[in-house]
T-cell receptor, first 115, second 114 residues
Framework: DTGVSQDPRHKITKRGQNVTFRCDPI?????LYWYRQTLGQGPEFLTY????????KSRLLSDRFSAERPKGSFSTLEIQRTEQGDSAMYLC?????????????FGPGTRLLVL | SQQGEEDPQALSIQEGENATMNCSYK?????LQWYRQNSGRGLVHLIL?????REKHSGRLRVTLDTSKKSSSLLITASRAADTASYFC??????????????FGEGTQLTVNP
C-alpha cells in the first residue's frame, strides 16, 4: 500500500454514460498525476496538477475528459459519453516536488470497462 | 506515444537465477526510473537513477544507465517466485515547476518459476 487510494477499483458502464473516478493522494504531496494503461501496455500520461492548478494535459485527454483537484487535495477524473475505447486502467500518482529526485507513488488504479 | 522500449518483452527463469531487463529511450532525460506491477495492480517504484549517474544499487536490484546509448538495464539477482511481475522503465525529460511526467515503456513480463 503506497498511501494513494482510488475509488472505485472497478467500474462497468454502458457506452454513452458518464463516469467519475476519485483519487486521494498522500496528504503532504503537492503534485498529482493521472495516467491511463491499456492491456499489455505501459501507462500513458493524461494530466498533472500542482496543488489545485492543472498545469499540463496530454493530447490523449479529449474534450470528453475533465479533471479537477479542488483545494489541492483529492482529484476527480470524469469521462463523459464513454466509448468502448475508453476501457482501460486509470492510475493516479502523487509526489512531492523534489526536482530530479521526484518519485511518484501510484494508487491501485480504477479499471473501467465500457460495454 | 511510448518512448521506452523494454527488451525482452517476456522473460522466464528459475528461482535463484538472475534476471536482466533492458530499456532504450529516444530523448534526453533528467532521470530514469524502474517500476514493478503485479497483475492488475498499481505500480510500485523500485529505483531512480539520475542522468549524471551510471550505476545504482538497492538490495537485490542493480540499475545501470548509459546516456550515450540512451539505454538502461535492471538486474535482479537471486530471483524469487515473488519477483514475478511486469517491470517498466520510465523516463523524465524535465522536472521542476512543470512537473515530472513519466514516459513509460511497454514493459517486460518476468516469470520466476519455483
Amino acid at each position: 500500500d503506497t498511501g494513494v487510494s482510488q475509488d472505485p477499483r472497478h467500474k462497468i458502464t454502458k457506452r454513452g454514460q458518464n463516469v467519475t473516478f476519485r483519487c486521494d493522494p498522500i496528504s503532504e504531496h503537492n503534485r498529482l498525476y493521472w495516467y491511463r494503461q491499456t492491456l499489455g501496455q505501459g501507462p500513458e500520461f493524461l494530466t498533472y496538477f500542482q496543488n489545485e492548478a492543472q498545469l499540463e494535459k496530454s493530447r490523449l485527454l479529449s474534450d470528453r475528459f475533465s479533471a479537477e483537484r479542488p483545494k489541492g487535495s483529492f482529484s476527480t477524473l470524469e469521462i463523459q459519453r464513454t466509448e468502448q475505447g475508453d476501457s482501460a486502467m486509470y492510475l493516479c500518482a502523487s509526489s512531492l516536488d523534489q526536482g530530479v529526485r521526484e518519485t511518484q507513488y501510484f494508487g491501485p488504479g480504477t479499471r473501467l470497462l465500457v460495454l | 506515444s511510448q518512448q521506452g522500449e523494454e527488451d525482452p518483452q517476456a522473460l522466464s527463469i528459475q528461482e535463484g537465477e538472475n534476471a536482466t531487463m533492458n530499456c532504450s529511450y529516444k530523448t534526453s532525460i533528467n532521470n530514469l526510473q524502474w517500476y514493478r506491477q503485479n497483475s492488475g495492480r498499481g505500480l510500485v517504484h523500485l529505483i531512480l537513477i539520475r542522468s549524471n549517474e551510471r550505476e545504482k544499487h538497492s538490495g537485490r536490484l542493480r540499475v545501470t544507465l548509459d546516456t550515450s546509448k540512451k539505454s538502461s538495464s535492471l538486474l535482479i539477482t537471486a530471483s524469487r517466485a515473488a519477483d514475478t511481475a511486469s517491470y517498466f522503465c520510465a523516463t523524465v525529460r524535465r522536472s521542476g515547476a512543470s512537473g515530472s511526467r513519466l514516459t513509460f515503456g511497454e514493459g517486460t513480463q518476468l516469470t520466476v518459476n519455483p
